[in-house]
């Protein structure tokens, strides 16, 4: 059972949902949005949220991710999607969006992040969402890329959230690690045997962790090929 969001904290989950195909072959749209809705989390950052061939339609249903999941899709430039590049963000009902920028980042294959500023409450927070490339190379240059946007910004507490598709803990993320606290809460690839922490959250100065985990249960197994991480993530 995950446990109750830690006092005076956002739950924050990442969760490649692998375009709602499951381990047992079923493609099962429902099932990945009851999982979300289970989670009880501020945000969530999707990643393969749409196909991969055009025009790229939802891989959840765009009329029933708020009623199932309670929870609403941050807007794409896309009216067939809730995803940017297979990025999405869900957001709690009562959050307010400020602001919502689309990055085409380079690399070999097409990629792109979401950047979501919110206020949760009080609390402001800026969500990057991305998946980055299978190349160390383009992971480099992806990241590079995301960094540059932030630094055109206007400060505000960030966190980046997604498929990192690192495989090393020491290597490849140096250019992430300089400016962010990097938490791999756990194994959570593959989903029926966890050997990898592919999924993961970059904190900067202004957040700090309260506890987190990866979510395995036997519906989570079945439902996707990676497991949802979460962090309960509070402002210093």
Known sequence: MIPAVAPQSLRIV???IRKALGTDRRRDPERIMRIIRSLHADVVVLQEADRRRAPRPSALPLDRVEEVTGMRPVPTPSD????????AVLV????KIDQVAHLTLPGVEPRGAMVADLHIGARQLRVIAS???LLRPSRKEQLSAMIAHLDACAACPTLIAGDLNEWSQKAGLGRLAKRFTIH???KSYHARMPVAFLDR??????LTVRQGGVVETSQTRRASDHLPIWLDVAHR
């Open 14 to 16: 990442s969760y490649n």
């Open 80 to 87: 067939v999607s809730i995803g940017w590049h297979g990025n």
């Open 92 to 95: 709690r009902p009562s959050a």
């Open 131 to 133: 998946h980055l490339g």
């Open 184 to 186: 791999a809460p756990g």
């Open 201 to 206: 959250m970059a904190l900067d100065q202004h």
